[in-house]
């Protein structure tokens, strides 16, 4: 009598994915000894990978990603003949470097930390129509900005105040562009996305007839 096995006392499986009978066969192919017969072994094996994985048929280099996957499993074990280059294991293991966390302190945080890359772009360019659409761009956006915090109203003009405090005084609007986006086309796109006021009449739920049919 074969006793049960539980996946608990089993070893973890390197890509899940293809399930734990991909994997011994894989296995059975890194410990056969002749080569022919291990090259052969391996291509059976990327068919069967491949059959699991149809909808990956349309993405360019599949039997490459289906060889590189094969080899990831073996634990680079597997001496066989594939058509293209065995992946580097030093190179996947290699941990990427630590992303340092911004230390600038923002006065208005709602605005985030694109705008205010955005105002150094600006500054660098020179002046003329693309500049003054790009400024009038950023004012925008900070008026959105300031209404996903603030969901009522804004003046335009505390956003001017805001984008001359931001710039140290480089930035202007050009007087022709103006008026921003009114308040209430920026909360009407909310309201349509699901993300603005609720309605002060709710749509009541109808009433179910339950009386019987005969």
Known sequence: ????????????????????HIHQMIDQAVAE????????MAKAIIGVM???????????????????????????????????????????EQRPKRLDYPKNTQKYRFYGNNINHMIEVAKGWEAGDMKDALVFTIANHMKKCFLNWNKDTVEDEVIFKHLEELSK????????????????????????NGNGPKSNNPIKPRKRNNRKRY
């Open 50 to 92: 491949g059959n699991l994985n149809p909808h990956l048929r349309d993405v360019p280099d599949f039997q490459h990603k289906l060889w590189d996957q094969l080899f990831i499993m073996s634990k680079f074990e597997l001496d066989v003949d594939a058509p293209f280059d065995k992946p580097e294991k030093e190179l996947l």
């Open 33 to 40: 000894s002749d080569r022919e017969q291990r090259n052969k």
């Open 1 to 20: 009598m074969i006793p049960l096995q539980y996946n608990t006392d089993r070893p973890l499986l390197i890509i899940p994915e293809y399930g734990r």
């Open 169 to 192: 005084g480089e930035l202007t609007l050009n007087p022709e562009l103006l008026p921003l986006t009114s308040s209430a086309d920026f909360l009407k796109v909310k309201s349509k």
